[in-house]
């Protein structure tokens, strides 16, 4: 029988000024789909006492994008933004079984800035990444 391994690399980088730019408008986005998200399911569960799944908060995402006050979320990859959703499906997935406490804010100054890119969302041509 096959046995898939999976890896996993780390690589140091330094970005161009274009680049880094480009990052730090994609954590800017992650972070502020993060957190209004987790605003929108604190919200729906207190005044309506409903659970908010990731189908939900993906296609709120969408609307995100295609209303003219967070039409920015399009000009960076969709991957990490998702990423950020499924991310806030597990933090709330840990809190309901009493493994974590409730999700907080993603904060500016004292989060991490990061943003998780899949194997989708990467091509190698031609000897190029």
């Not at 990052?23 to 957190?35: E, S």
């Amino acid at each position: 029988m096959a046995q898939i391994v999976k890896r996993a690399y780390k690589y140091r980088f330094y970005p161009t000024p274009e680049q880094a730019g480009e990052l730090a408008r994609t954590f800017g986005c992650v972070r502020l789909v993060y957190n209004k998200a987790l605003e929108e399911r604190t919200r729906a569960y207190r005044l309506e006492g409903r659970r908010v799944s990731y189908v939900e908060s993906s296609a709120r995402l969408t609307e995100w994008k295609r209303s003219g006050d967070y039409d920015f979320l399009s000009e960076v990859s969709s991957v990490p933004l998702q990423q950020a959703l499924r991310h806030l499906q597990a933090a709330f997935a840990n809190f309901f079984a009493r493994r974590a406490n409730y999700p907080t804010f993603k904060s500016r100054k004292k989060s991490r800035a990061s943003a998780e890119y899949t194997r989708s969302a990467f091509r190698w041509r031609e000897g190029r990444l």
